[in-house]
Structure formats: structure tokens, C-alpha cells
């Protein structure tokens, strides 16, 4: 999206365009959108929350449950949106895994980083990042 393509910052002084009342705005973040309290039209929806998604990920426990993932970057090719999997062969709990099942991890982990790069461009921007990388350190 271009800066031409973005709607201009509202403000809540602008009146309605339908019924023309001013200052008369109920903001919902939970659904991203704003409406006029005279006649329900809706001004902005849906709008990007570019924010942490904070998430519980156990039973009960609030504050201390939390976590929250990598935001996305441009310093990866990928944006960080991909899933890695870990060098170690451990499973979910810590313990070490059998022989078999290593061998199969090691062979998802060599499938996983053939197939993380779909082009030449996008390997080519691989290595630049992780040059910029390696020179910004």
C-alpha cells in the first residue's frame, strides 16, 4: 500500500458525513471500528493493529501465561514469519530423542531449509540480509 492508497487520520472533531453531527464518535477497538452515535454509520473499520498479540496459552494464570511472537521484520527475507526448527534433537519436554526419530528430524530439518526459499530472487535477498547482518554486528 502506497501513501497515496492510505485514508487521511480522522479526527473526532470532522463531522458525520451522513447526518452531520460532530463530536459524536464511539470508538470500538475490539472490532476497529468507529461510528457515529446520531445515525450508526460506521467511519473507520477494521482498521491494523500493529501491535504485540499478547495470547494466554495455559489454563487460568493471566500475566505470568503471556507470550507474544517475534513482530515482523524486514531484516529477514521472510518477514519472520516462517516456523524453524530447532537444532537440537529434544523433544517437547527436554529429553533426548531415539535414533530413528532423530534421522527423521534431521531429514524435516534439510527439506525445511531447501523449500524456506521459493526463487533466485528471494535467495539472493537471503544473503544480502544476512551479509547486512554479519557487517552490522
Not at 464518535?25 to 473507520?44: F, K
Not at 487460568?60 to 507470550?67: H, L, T
Not at 529477514?76 to 529434544?90: A, P, R, Y
Request: proline letters at 2%; charged letters at 35%.
Amino acid at each position: 500500500m502506497t501513501d497515496e492508497d492510505r485514508k487521511p487520520e480522522m479526527t473526532d472533531d470532522e463531522p458525520c458525513e451522513e447526518c452531520g453531527a460532530k463530536n459524536d464518535w464511539t470508538q470500538d477497538d475490539n472490532r476497529g471500528e468507529e461510528w457515529c452515535n446520531q445515525c450508526g454509520s460506521v467511519r473507520d473499520a477494521y482498521q491494523i493493529d500493529y501491535g504485540k498479540d499478547w495470547r494466554v496459552f495455559a489454563d487460568g494464570e493471566g500475566a505470568s501465561q503471556e507470550r507474544t511472537g517475534m513482530p515482523a521484520t524486514n531484516l529477514l527475507h521472510d518477514k519472520g514469519l516462517t516456523t524453524d526448527i530447532g537444532w537440537q534433537n529434544k523433544d517437547y519436554a527436554g529429553a533426548a530423542i531415539g535414533g530413528d526419530m532423530a534421522k527423521r528430524v534431521n531429514r524435516l530439518r534439510r527439506q525445511h531449509s531447501r523449500t524456506r526459499v521459493r526463487n533466485s530472487t528471494e535467495r539472493n535477498l537471503v544473503l544480502a540480509l544476512g551479509e547486512l547482518d554479519r557487517l552490522a554486528g
